[in-house]
């Protein structure tokens, strides 16, 4: 047990290594790549900003001497001025003052940098073929791009971001076709990736030689203390497997309080919603058969005694429910199973509805065959299909119909009650048959409706070992189905 023990942590120490290893070596080779990248951004950002500086002055004027030459492709009448003490000026704009720039960068063998464009007033900044690439993808919407790239001088991190025209710039660039913001070219920063990897190889060394000194320090320990601690081990041990099911018992309670809590909730709003308003229904028209009674002829009588008929109809369905419900969370119902000829329950339950569904002039058929027996407890099997049926009813429109039919498959019974109503969204066919939420709506004449029908019924079923579903679509009806297992 305690090799075992030993090989079990030393493979889960080694896989963890393993993981931290290559997630560092990644992380490593990654941070490489970003830290080239900021570099470059930064080397851009002072670009512009130098840019940005000249433009803001005009240009500036520097002395003439051998390498700081009149430039040809400046377009201005006072490109060239000369001091009162003889000193000849030469004015340097922006793409100018780059260029000079670049010039001197690229004496630097490791970092180099280049103004291009897909159409260049010179020759010597006409775009190579990735700058191409770039500048056209810089049209298609791409901020910048950042690449690692072979050629024949070696491998250089490329980077690039896009120039925009601005006022200044229309002086040279306007007879090329530029207008303000459009993207005349780009600034491209290419680093020699030696440099880069040299400290790259450095790095994932040190990763390999560090996680090689945890690895062998954690299969030391643990050879340390699996060899000479068999005591601390039995105690560790019993302590995990203490944490371990203390855990689950506070998972598991934490999950029936946060149930219990659910269906007191539900409990509450039932209580609080669905019985007051019949119940305070039932006290306004009472109170007013009282004062007005003597006033009221037969006719008004008879409509507010047929008010309070709903009402206590809604009331006793709602408590028959809740009764039925609670008694069934409390595991008092006796579950007695017995062969049950299927079609003359449902010819009771559409006795025992039909006033409702004559109301609204509703159809109801009875497709079961009389052959058909189901193994079923009466008491449960009677209330699935009442608050299927009444369901069905409360949720068709005036002058529908709403069909029952059976059929045996592989064992089980399948049976259904399909109506024409409204049908139901994805949303609520999701949380039809929880208790914790709140799906339920009034029938198609207002007909108020709690949702608890539907959850008795799902326990129910499930107590037979069968299963309950829906099949609906908003606005052309619902089928319920629910099977009984035969066995």
């Known amino acids: 047990m305690k090799k075992i023990s030993f090989l079990i942590a030393s493979f889960v120490w080694l896989a963890f290594i393993l993981a931290s290893y290559i997630y560092n070596r990644d992380l490593v080779i990654t941070s490489n790549g970003q830290t080239v990248l900021e570099m470059s951004r930064s080397f851009f950002k002072v670009i512009l900003n130098t840019r940005a500086w000249n433009a803001r002055h005009g240009g500036v004027f520097t002395p003439v001497t051998a390498t700081n030459q009149p430039n040809e492709y400046l377009i201005d009448s006072n490109r060239d001025v000369t001091t009162t003490t003889g000193i000849h000026l030469t004015k340097i704009n922006p793409a100018y003052m780059t260029r000079q720039i670049f010039e001197m960068a690229r004496s630097d063998s490791y970092i180099y940098f280049h103004i291009t464009s897909l159409i260049p007033l010179r020759p010597l900044n006409e775009a190579d073929e990735w700058e191409k690439s770039s500048l056209a993808s810089f049209e298609s919407g791409n901020k910048e791009i950042f690449e690692r790239v072979k050629s024949d001088s070696g491998d250089y991190y490329r980077f690039m971001a896009p120039l925009k025209v601005e006022k200044p710039c229309l002086k040279c660039h306007a007879k090329q076709g530029y207008k303000e913001g459009m993207i005349r070219g780009g600034i491209s920063v290419n680093s020699r990736s030696t440099r880069f990897d040299a400290i790259l190889e450095r790095d994932l060394v040190n990763n390999d030689l560090l996680h090689g000194v945890f690895l062998f320090l954690g299969l030391l320990g643990f050879w340390i203390f699996f060899k000479f601690s068999d005591k601390q081990f039995n105690t560790i041990n019993t302590l995990l497997n203490q944490v371990y099911e203390s855990k689950n018992i506070i998972e598991e309670k934490a999950a029936n309080l946060d149930e219990l809590n659910k269906t007191k909730d539900k409990l509450f709003s039932i209580?609080?919603?669905?019985?007051?308003?019949?119940?305070?229904?039932?006290?306004?028209?009472?109170?007013?058969?009282?004062?007005?009674?003597?006033?009221?002829?037969?006719?008004?009588?008879?409509?507010?005694?047929?008010?309070?008929?709903?009402?206590?109809?809604?009331?006793?369905?709602?408590?028959?429910?809740?009764?039925?419900?609670?008694?069934?969370?409390?595991?008092?119902?006796?579950?007695?199973?017995?062969?049950?000829?299927?079609?003359?329950?449902?010819?009771?339950?559409?006795?025992?509805?039909?006033?409702?569904?004559?109301?609204?002039?509703?159809?109801?058929?009875?497709?079961?065959?009389?052959?058909?027996?189901?193994?079923?407890?009466?008491?449960?099997?009677?209330?699935?299909?009442?608050?299927?049926?009444?369901?069905?009813?409360?949720?068709?429109?005036?002058?529908?119909?709403?069909?029952?039919?059976?059929?045996?498959?592989?064992?089980?019974?399948?049976?259904?009650?399909?109506?024409?109503?409204?049908?139901?969204?994805?949303?609520?066919?999701?949380?039809?048959?929880?208790?914790?939420?709140k799906v339920s709506s009034v029938g198609t004449e207002n007909e108020p409706s709690t949702g608890l029908g539907l959850v008795i019924c799902k326990e129910f079923v499930e107590k037979h070992n069968g299963t309950i579903e829906i099949e609906t679509e908003k606005g052309k009806g619902s089928s319920f189905i629910f099977t009984l297992s035969n066995e």
């Open 271 to 437: 209580i609080a919603h669905d019985l007051i308003n019949p119940v305070g229904n039932f006290k306004q028209v009472i109170d007013l058969l009282s004062d007005e009674y003597e006033k009221m002829d037969n006719i008004e009588r008879k409509e507010f005694i047929d008010s309070t008929k709903g009402s206590a109809t809604q009331v006793y369905t709602l408590l028959q429910n809740l009764l039925t419900w609670s008694r069934s969370q409390r595991n008092i119902i006796q579950f007695t199973r017995n062969n049950q000829i299927l079609s003359l329950f449902v010819k009771n339950c559409l006795s025992t509805l039909n006033a409702q569904a004559t109301n609204k002039e509703i159809h109801l058929i009875n497709n079961v065959e009389a052959s058909i027996e189901v193994l079923a407890d009466a008491f449960m099997l009677e209330t699935i299909l009442r608050n299927l049926i009444s369901n069905a009813i409360k949720f068709s429109y005036r002058n529908g119909k709403v069909e029952i039919g059976a059929t045996i498959e592989n064992g089980f019974t399948k049976i259904f009650v399909k109506d024409e109503g409204t049908g139901m969204s994805n949303a609520d066919k999701e949380n039809l048959f929880r208790i914790d939420m």
